[in-house]
């Protein structure tokens, strides 16, 4: 399966550019699902449509949440909620994002297109699954599961139910879900693709963007430069925005590997006819996604190094803090977590330097716990 995760600025275009790719590799013969929120501008024959209500996910959620938890509840003399008193709270739309991504891709179509909110949300949405995995194994840490059989005898002390066993089976499900909805997000088929109008605001978006798509490892496949008006025009006036989309059309083909161009249809589309027009296929097959490899410069240095491609990142608002067997990485408005290697848990670190949008981060082995042999 290839899944192909659709988004970009706001107001781009990225609905009508999703449906536009589902709708050619449908036509091609390819099992294609398309997920979306947002009112599409076609019928899509031959597509899968999948619609994500986030309103009605956090209904089912909760309340769900609430019958596990009924005698915890009921302990402390809560008054239950019922669906029609729930309205969805921050981060619903993320949790429902995720939870119907999880469920489409257990379907396998031959490609699964998804409709992204704005490139800034999608990037946050995309991240929480390893970032509550982490936190759920810091909170309810899965050894401590091993004590199930002193649970009896503390309810019988206490007095009281003991509410552990519904808390960590809740966890051990949720655990579950985000490990699946994480496989598809770092599963080589996968790729973003940016939708964008060229221009000034545009670009700046964009390059914002494939930092936290490196940051999060993801492989960008491609930009999709929407909406172009016409090269020639003897309107003067339409001619000024013509040369202005065309510059920053050339900055973006100079800045990223794959520029895709879709015509200006002189009005929203309507129909499967005008989605067929804006010629937007599949796409490259498969984008590598930049990977964090490590150096061995024992012989020469006696270093290892850690490259992370972070391309267009800077020395302003980088930042690098080690916990443990961790890496907490900030670069611009984009923070990862990240688990170091095993090698790199046995070396302290060094140093750290940028160059050319690759972060190396020097690492030297602790003979205290490096083999003699190295």
Not at 24 to 34: K, M
Not at 84 to 93: H, K, S
Request: proline share 8%.
């Amino acid at each position: 399966m290839r899944t192909v995760l659709v988004t970009g600025p706001g107001g781009a275009g990225r609905t009508t550019v999703a449906a536009a790719t589902a709708l050619a590799a449908a036509r091609s013969g390819t099992r294609v699902t398309l997920l979306t929120s947002d009112r599409l501008p076609g019928e899509l024959a031959g597509v899968t449509v999948r619609r994500i209500d986030s309103a009605a996910h956090f209904r089912a959620e909760l309340l769900a949440f609430q019958d596990r938890a009924g005698v915890a509840l009921d302990l402390l003399g809560a008054s239950r909620l019922d669906a029609e008193e729930l309205t969805e709270l921050p981060g619903a739309e993320q949790l429902a994002l995720l939870s119907a991504l999880r469920e489409a891709a257990a379907d396998e179509p031959g490609l699964l297109v998804v409709d992204l909110p704005p490139a800034d949300r999608a990037l946050a949405a995309l991240a929480l699954p390893e970032q509550l995995r982490r936190y759920l194994r810091r909170l309810l840490p899965p050894e401590r599961q091993a004590a199930r059989s002193l649970r009896p005898v503390l309810a019988q002390l206490a007095g009281v139910p003991m509410p552990a066993r519904w808390l960590y089976e809740t966890a051990a499900r949720w655990d579950l879900e985000l490990a699946a909805v994480q496989a598809v997000i770092e599963d080589p088929g996968t790729t973003v693709r940016l939708v964008a109008e060229p221009g000034p605001a545009a670009a700046e978006a964009l390059r914002t963007a494939r930092l936290g798509i490196a940051v999060q490892r993801l492989a960008l496949d491609a930009v999709v430069a929407n909406k172009l008006l016409p090269a020639e025009t003897p309107d003067p006036w339409l001619a000024g925005l013509v040369a202005q989309q065309r510059k920053h059309l050339d900055e973006l083909a100079g800045e990223f590997p794959v520029v895709t161009e879709v015509a200006h249809l002189g009005r929203d589309p309507r129909g499967d006819d005008d989605l067929e027009r804006l010629g937007t296929g599949s796409g490259p097959d498969g984008a590598p996604a930049p990977q964090w490899s490590i150096e061995d410069r024992l012989a020469e240095d006696d270093v290892l190094v850690w490259r992370l491609p972070l391309p267009g990142a800077v020395k302003d608002g980088l930042a690098l803090v080690r916990r443990g067997d961790e890496l907490l990485l900030t670069v611009g408005p984009f923070r990862r977590i990240a688990a170091l290697p095993s090698a790199l848990r046995r070396c302290t670190v060094t140093g750290a330097g940028l160059h050319d949008g690759v972060l190396e981060i020097r690492f030297a082995p602790d003979p205290e716990l490096w083999p003699r042999g190295r």
